[in-house]
């Protein structure tokens, strides 16, 4: 009997994946990938929508086509300073400064003058100071987001380290996304709108929510077998939560990616946004957070060792 039960704990064993031996190439990975982002960043930047920049946006809909000259030449007579046009299946798209109601009106009767019929389908506008608060108050928002979980992750787990090494993980999701995102400003046009900062913030508790998962089950191996080997606890934590953190995860990806494909123009952004994020937080929980986590913990104990 005994026998057969070694045997069963050697087969145990055996069968758990050593994930951290590996964890040279997954922090090569994430710097590349940062690095790459950053430097889009600092390149290209963003493109800001009206609501975080102030501005006007101005959408027709005409009964048929128009030179797209001609347009900007009576945007111009009504000294509007456009910022973005565009013109595609007789859709009229104006991104301009603050414009107010009674010269949207005289442009559109203008633009009625050339014998064409306008349907107004959105005249918005914003001014740079309410943009202003707007961006002060996504960065407020991400600060006590990340205070709130960093109280509570410390709370939870009794310590810094499992606190410290979540809400770097999250940092590290949150610089892929930003990164990516620069990308698909540059090349296709995507804003940073409220839609986006609603994406950041989402992908920054599912970032945690992965996190939590792996940590609950290394303390739950720690009260029940000890505190001395917690790399050997993470390993196992890894092998048995994995599969279902990634099955979980591709209901969400396939799902987003099917709105990224074929879902409107007003969230198809925000779904690549989620895309990115629900990939990145998916991927950093076990192959940056777990590490970051056992050398924090490594280094506490040969700390408090001296």
């Not at 145990?12 to 990975?29: C, G, Q, R």
């Not at 710097?31 to 960043?41: A, D, E, Q, Y």
């Not at 995102?181 to 609603?198: C, K």
């Not at 995860?249 to 074929?262: D, E, K, P, Q």
């Amino acid at each position: 009997m005994l026998k057969r039960e070694w045997s069963r704990i050697q087969s145990k064993k055996t069968n758990m994946v050593n994930f951290l031996k590996f964890k040279k190439i997954y922090f090569i990975i994430s710097g590349t990938l940062i690095t790459l982002g950053l430097l889009s960043v600092i390149i290209w930047g963003f493109k800001f929508s009206i609501d975080f920049s102030g501005g006007t946006n101005i959408e027709y809909k005409i009964n048929k086509n128009i030179a797209s000259q001609e347009v900007k030449n009576i945007l111009s007579k009504n000294k509007i300073a456009v910022l973005e046009y565009s013109q595609k299946n007789n859709i009229i798209l104006v991104r301009a400064r603050p414009v107010n109601e009674q010269t949207e009106r005289v442009f559109r009767a203008d633009l009625e003058k050339t014998g064409v019929t306008v349907t107004p389908l959105r005249f918005e506008t914003v001014g740079p100071v309410i943009g202003k608060e707007a961006m002060n108050k996504t960065f407020v928002a991400a600060g006590i987001a990340i205070f709130a979980i960093l109280l509570y992750m410390s709370f939870a787990f009794k310590g810094y380290t499992f606190a410290l090494a979540a809400v770097l993980a999250m940092v590290h999701d949150f610089l892929v996304l930003l990164g990516v995102y620069a990308i698909a400003s540059h090349f296709f046009g995507a804003e940073i709108d409220p839609l986006f900062v609603t994406a950041v913030l989402t992908t920054m508790s599912f970032s945690v929510h992965d996190t939590i998962v792996v940590f609950d089950k290394i303390r739950e191996y720690r009260r029940t077998q000890g505190s001395s080997n917690i790399e050997y606890f993470a390993n196992k934590a890894l092998t048995e939560t994995l599969v279902r953190s990634l099955n979980n995860s591709m209901t969400i990806v396939f799902m987003l990616l099917a709105l990224v494909l074929l879902g409107g123009s007003t969230i198809r952004f925000f779904s690549l946004a989620l895309l990115i994020g629900t990939i990145t937080g998916t991927y950093s929980s076990p192959f940056i957070a777990t590490p970051l986590v056992v050398w924090l913990e490594k280094k506490r104990v040969r700390k408090n060792s001296r």
